[in-house]
């Protein structure tokens, strides 16, 4: 299976954007609480009936604060999805890295194999040469010299410590492909979600903002001067 390597940095760029997005988007609501404060406080001075109209604005300004503040809440719990799918890349970004230990590993077993392969050959050749030039001592009954033994516990050891690597190595690689299998459906699933409800709270945001600009276009329809009553209203004709 080839592995594409997981590089989190644009997503860790994307992070660090929206954060300081999200933070610009507190300090204008923030800024917005303090404006419509001063503006109520002016509606309270002013007189009737246009101190109760600017209230009724004020309330709507206020009412497209929240709306906005709904959205900038949509965007945290979009980076807080986001934040970890990050944590899930770097997950699979370290299996990598053991991945490329482990391969390693069992590279410099196999040359250790090689090379006792190549020592046990030539051992071999030198117990048959030793066994040849001492056929009458073993004709009376003495044992194999225990020297024949040593290159084959040599290869022993240095099998098993092939298997052993490449037995890491596949549990690795099926660990990895496993991750990586869970990555891809997660990523689906953060950008569709996540971004989901962030653009539903756009629309909801949209759509509050141009009834309450309605609204508020209706009460200052009332705020009409006194003097345009008796000539016919704000757009009597010259």
């Known amino acids: 299976m080839v592995h594409r390597p997981a590089d989190s940095r644009l ?29 109520a406080a002016y509606a ?24 906005l503040r709904r959205y900038a809440h949509s965007i945290d719990q979009w980076r807080e999805t986001m934040s970890h799918l990050k944590d899930m890349e770097d997950e699979v970004g370290n299996i990598m890295r053991d ?5 390693t590993r069992l590279i410099k077993a196999s040359k250790s194999t090689k090379t006792s392969s190549g020592q046990k050959r030539d051992s071999l050749l030198l117990n048959q040469q030793q066994l040849a030039s001492s056929s009458s001592l073993s004709l009376n009954g ?18 098993s410590k092939l298997a052993a690597a490449q037995s890491e190595l596949q549990a690795c690689e099926m660990h990895l ?62």
Request: proline fraction near 4%.
């Open 99 to 103: 991945r490329e230990i482990l391969v």
């Open 11 to 39: 997503l860790t760029n994307l992070l660090q954007h929206e954060k300081e997005y999200s933070k610009q988007l507190c300090q204008l609501l923030d800024y917005s609480n303090a404006s419509l404060a001063s503006f």
């Open 177 to 238: 492909a496993a991750k990586e299998r869970e990555l891809a459906v997660r990523r689906s699933t953060a950008v569709r979600e996540g971004l989901g409800a962030r653009v539903k709270a756009m629309i909801e945001c949209g759509w509050s903002w141009g009834e309450l600009g309605k609204e508020s276009l209706r009460n200052l329809e009332a705020l009409t001067p006194e003097h345009e009553h008796h000539n016919g209203g704000m757009f009597s004709p010259l």
């Open 142 to 159: 003495q044992s194999e010299s225990p020297s024949s033994s040593r290159p084959l516990s040599l290869a022993f050891g240095t099998s």
């Open 44 to 67: 309270a001075a002013s007189p009737q009936p246009a101190s109760q109209i600017i209230l009724a604005v004020a309330g709507s300004l206020a009412a497209s604060d929240d709306a």
